[in-house]
């Protein structure tokens, strides 16, 4: 049986390929976005029919969702199976997630509910999974180098909202009262009070101010304060949430603790802070895991009740992972025994100096994270998840 996979660069991709492949599934690419991003549209109709007329998949798969992609196969009555890494995506909320042909995976359970009932039965929970397989090969260092690390943007270079501020492009009522929801937003995790609070003047001021605001007539859902709050908001918020738990850390545990690996600009950060470059995803960024006693996932604003593949990936190399709490985590993984959580940067402050203390704890910890991944929670048992539901479906 075969299978098309869209593919734009994504890291994720080479760890479905391979799930698929051990599925027995044989997996035709299709490379071009990964080489040219701005296809025509009419050039991306026409490979992706070419494809499907060529090979008869019993599905097409890409890592995120494509509008065009359920289009083509909704014409062509092809299922098209999409998994979702990222929050926000706002292609999730276009009309064409109603089509009968979608198998739509979301790992983020406040996203999953906001779009379920568009296509009762087609759009499914899924957390994600870890490449336990590919991370094995990772080579283990004689001894840990980094007490503390964090692999990751600090999102000033995605802050809309901040260089819309610094510009002067909003200013006024507006922009008093964004920020006002934001400082208040800062005390509390998740985005609920901005959402709730952003007026339609607020919204308004923000499309103004920039050209490329996001809009889709057709959405199923209303996309300016979907955009307003996790592409603006969410983000600013993020940047700032980032800078300030590293500079805490730095600031009040033993200087040389904390180490960062970025490429985002650190001029705000404390300089007992140790800045290292960013880090290639697939090879070095398990390595760095590896010679780490504690490993940081501050997971973005906009990912409300998920976990990110960066747990996953750091468990998935027999690591330790300290990340924010979520309702989500507690149903796949236990704190304390897989992993630790924290509420609020007090706290991880306080599991820092625990296990800066206690090193010993944290490797047994790291160990018991990894046989549950391994147990239950792998790519590949993820990849096969969603080919038997496929095939049970084509089978009834």
Not at 12 to 38: N, Q, S, W
Not at 89 to 100: G, K, L, Q
Not at 228 to 242: C, F, K, M, Q
Not at 251 to 259: F, I, Q, R
Request: charged fraction near 25%; glycine fraction near 6%; aromatic fraction near 8%.
């Amino acid at each position: 049986m075969k299978i098309l996979f869209y593919r734009y660069n994504s890291i994720c991709e080479p760890d479905y390929i391979l799930a698929f492949k051990k599925a027995g599934l044989e997996v035709v690419e299709i490379t071009e976005e990964m080489h040219r991003k701005e296809i025509p549209a009419e050039e991306r109709f026409r490979i992706l029919l070419e494809n499907i007329a060529a090979h008869k998949p019993l599905f097409v798969f890409s890592i995120d969702y494509f509008p065009f992609i359920s289009i083509v196969c909704e014409r062509t009555s092809v299922v098209y199976a999409a998994l979702s890494v990222d929050c926000p995506v706002a292609e999730i909320y276009s009309s064409t997630i109603r089509n009968s042909c979608n198998r739509i995976f979301l790992f983020d359970k406040i996203q999953y509910e906001s779009v379920k009932d568009e296509n009762p039965g087609n759009i499914r929970y899924m957390p994600l999974g870890a490449p336990v397989e590919r991370l094995e090969a990772i080579p283990f260092p004689d001894k840990k180098e980094y007490p503390v690390s964090f692999i990751g943007s600090l999102y000033n270079e995605k802050d809309k909202y901040e260089a819309l501020k610094k510009s002067g492009k909003i200013s006024g009522p507006a922009l008093e009262h964004m920020e006002k929801l934001i400082e208040e937003q800062l005390k509390a995790p998740g985005l609920d009070i901005v959402s709730e609070g952003l007026t339609a003047e607020d919204i308004n001021a923000l499309k103004a101010a920039d050209p490329s605001f996001y809009t889709d007539p057709d959405a199923v859902t209303d996309m300016d304060r979907y955009v307003a709050v996790n592409n603006y908001l969410g983000n600013h918020l993020t940047s700032l949430d980032r800078i300030s738990v590293l500079n805490l850390l730095a600031e009040n545990l033993p200087e040389g603790s904390v180490h960062l690996f970025t490429r985002s600009d650190t001029s705000e950060l404390d300089k007992r802070i140790t800045v290292h470059g960013g880090v290639e995803s697939l090879v070095e960024m398990p390595g760095v895991f590896r010679k780490s006693l504690i490993n940081l996932n501050l997971t973005s604003r906009t990912i409300q009740d998920g976990l990110p593949q960066r747990v996953w990936d750091i468990i998935g190399c027999r690591s330790f992972c300290v990340t924010d709490e979520t309702t989500a985590l507690g149903e796949v993984l236990e704190p304390g025994r897989h992993l630790f959580s924290f509420d609020g940067y007090e706290e991880l402050l306080g599991i820092c100096r625990k296990f800066l203390d206690n090193p010993g704890s944290a490797e047994e910890i790291a160990v018991e994270g990894f046989k549950a991944v391994s147990a239950s929670h792998t790519v590949l048992l993820r990849a096969l998840e969603i080919v038997k539901l496929i095939l049970s479906e084509k089978l009834s």
